[in-house]
């Protein structure tokens, strides 16, 4: 090893220990002209020696060259949003769901830590050095934000130790301190700028800098709160002493993390927070509770996009009043009649709203509002603005009324026999449906038709170049490029998205056609229950009902939506247009999969084996383990100390059996 080598590799030891002194433990060593001082020495050092650089060099905090645009990065683990609690009811059912499901009624031990408002992010590492950073997008794809990332103290570009996993993927939240915001704001306003809104668009603004030298000036910081992908390597047993570890490999997590058993204790957990958020030097919007124990965790498993062991509890919503101006009619993808308060502009919960929603008639009558008023407006969970009471009546008070006919169509406005949502008969005919459900069809979660956003379809169908979804696949290039903002290359683009959505899956293609009530879970529970498009097409309301997910409303959409010619004549040209999706395998050999078909239910607790290792077998033998009992239940498997399940399974009849007969069944 050479003098320069040496120099470079004691400097760069150095300056790591002194980041993570500085913005890990908020305890510094040296003066920052000190620090300046050896990051000079080995800027100078790398540039003479271009052989020194090393991926982990803390001189790459500074900003790489600017990016033309973002790449994408699928997350190997999805990144996964959370169910919300809004009062400390909806909490105690949470817990009551989980012991339910666990059934088990000691308290849960829960990991209990602030909801920062921020942006979730994924760090990837490799032999300990990060090699990579991404958003998280929709959970499944996000974007690379890797140079911007590395300009961030408090995240480190090496490991400390040496007992990390060689492949570590730490989840966190990119939040803006208070204090930086507001110097931030202030810096922009002194040089003539819009300040931003909230630390939470600043923070988002700054991470999505195509520059990442302007991502190195701005005040950003990290808390890691989990882990994903993990390789050649492990990490421990449950939240808590994970995040200790994660901390003792130089990464910061939020000293309000704590642990708390049972209801009790995560209403205090709350209330306390609640009562020092002003005084937090970041922003939260609420309280996020996981299950501790990885075990359960994996037990309770997930419902659709979401974990059932987690849950944030928001704090209660901000509040303003304002005038209600108007009220106008919108038209939704399903027909959907919904009321719009148009509002003198008035800020609420960090932004700023002149429209919110009023739901239906029948909640204009409870809450008893004319137009004239002076309303309270709440921004429910911090996202959708809602008119949810009168503060003063207007002096000129004006009746709401709703429309006998559809506003955008003339079609007749109909109220169904115990529904509160009014719905357009118009159906298709309906221009608003029709744009909506073509938004619906080329969304994400959807047939993913990149490009094909809301005011493009709005273009589209106003220039009478779509008049249904299936009109989507005879565009040309020609005829985009010259609608208004769209260019060749745009409208290349559009037509090389609209053709690669050709090759999807059939859950997407069922949860594209809108069918009411059909969401993303039960789409997927169609494919994997009939597998093929012909059979969900000519399935009864009786088999309809055999899915899960599916109750008799649903089913009655479903069997509405495929009798209708219209549908059937837009699925078809769909088809026709080459739409396809690989065939769902079924494991035909009965060796491999002998309980496929059948339903089991384990309760109690067993003594060869937890009860998590029991579902894995099972579900490797074809079997589907639920956590509840039904007349469809096969077996319920009966450990020690089985509670309620177990009485219900021999009140219906079910078959029992004892860990030793399990035992039996998997040899």
């Not at 400390?160 to 810096?187: A, C, H, I, S």
């Not at 449906?433 to 169908?461: C, N, P, T």
Request: with cysteine.
């Amino acid at each position: 090893m050479t003098i320069n080598h040496k120099r470079a590799e004691e400097l760069r030891t150095t300056l790591h220990h002194h980041n993570y002194q500085y913005y890990v433990l908020d305890d510094p060593e040296i003066s920052d002209a000190k620090y300046d001082g050896l990051l000079r020495e080995l800027q100078q050092l790398e540039a003479d020696n271009p052989e020194l650089f090393t991926m982990d060099s803390p001189t790459q905090r500074v900003g790489a060259a600017p990016l033309s645009a973002f790449t994408s990065v699928k997350h190997e683990v999805p990144m996964l949003s959370l169910g919300n609690a809004f009062s400390s009811e909806e909490l105690a059912a949470f817990d009551k769901r989980l012991r339910n499901r666990l059934d088990d009624d000691t308290d849960i031990e829960y990991i209990a830590e602030p909801k920062l408002d921020g942006l979730a992010v994924s760090l990837l590492y490799e032999k300990g050095i990060l090699i990579r950073a991404a958003t998280r997008g929709d959970g499944t794809t996000g974007e690379d934000i890797t140079d911007n990332i590395r300009t961030i103290g408090s995240i480190p570009l090496a490991l400390k130790g040496d007992d990390w996993p060689q492949t570590l993927e730490v989840r966190g939240e990119v939040y803006m301190p208070k204090e930086g915001f507001k110097k931030l704001n202030e810096g922009l306003l002194k040089e003539g700028e819009k300040p931003f809104i909230n630390p939470r668009n600043a923070a988002a603004g700054s991470l999505r800098q195509l520059d990442s030298s302007i991502t190195a000036t701005r005040p950003l910081a990290m808390y890691c709160y989990a882990v994903g992908l993990v390789k050649d390597g492990s990490i421990p047993d449950n939240q808590l002493d994970t995040l200790e570890q994660l901390g003792q490999w130089g990464l910061r997590i939020c000293p309000e993390v704590k642990k708390v058993k049972g209801i009790s204790e995560c209403n205090d957990y709350y209330q306390n927070l609640a009562y020092i958020r002003s005084e937090l030097p970041y922003e939260i919007d609420g309280i996020v509770f996981k299950v501790n124990n990885f075990d359960q965790q994996k037990e309770l498993g997930f419902v659709s996009r979401a974990p059932r062991w987690a849950i944030a509890q928001k704090f209660p919503a901000e509040e303003e009043t304002t005038e209600l101006l108007d009220v106008e009619f919108q038209v939704g993808r399903t027909g959907a009649i919904t009321p719009v308060a148009r509002l003198e502009p008035v800020f609420v919960g960090g932004v700023t709203v002149s429209n919110a929603t009023l739901h239906n008639m029948d909640e204009i009558k409870r809450i008893g509002v004319y137009i004239g008023d002076t309303v309270i407006v709440k921004r429910a969970g911090d996202v959708i603005p809602k008119v949810v009471a009168v503060h003063t009546q207007g002096k000129k008070r004006i009746v709401i009324e709703q429309p006998t006919q559809c506003p955008e169509c003339g079609s007749d406005i109909l109220l169904e026999e115990g529904e509160a949502i009014a719905r357009c008969s118009g159906g298709l005919f309906c221009p608003a449906q029709v744009k909506e459900s073509i938004k619906h069809f080329a969304s994400r979660k959807a047939m993913d038709i990149d490009g094909l956003g809301s005011k493009l379809v709005v273009q589209l169908y106003d220039q009478q170049l779509i008049k249904h979804i299936d009109d989507i696949y005879r565009l040309k290039a020609e005829d985009v490029a010259k609608l208004e903002r769209m260019g060749e290359k745009s409208a290349e683009n559009l037509i090389n998205a609209i053709e690669a959505s050709k090759q999807t899956t059939l859950a997407r293609f069922i949860y594209a056609l809108g069918i009411r009530e059909v969401g993303e879970a039960t789409a997927k529970s169609l494919a994997e229950h009939f597998l093929t498009l012909e059979k969900i097409q000519t399935a009864t309301q009786e088999a309809l009902e055999e899915v899960d997910d599916v109750g008799p409303i649903v089913a009655s959409h479903i069997v509405t939506f495929f009798k209708q010619p219209h549908n059937q004549e837009i699925i078809k040209a769909l088809l026709d247009a080459n739409i396809s999706w690989p065939e769902i395998e079924i494991i035909a050999d009965e060796t491999q999969q002998p309980l496929a078909g059948k339903t089991y239910v384990l309760t109690g607790s067993l003594t060869s084996m937890t009860r998590s290792q029991a579902k894995e077998k099972l579900q490797a033998l074809g079997a589907k383990v639920t956590g509840s009992v039904s007349k469809k239940t096969t077996a319920i498997i009966a450990g020690e100390k089985a509670g309620s399940k177990l009485t219900k399974a021999e009140k219906l009849g079910v078959m029992v059996l004892s860990e030793e007969q399990l035992a039996e069944l998997i040899a």
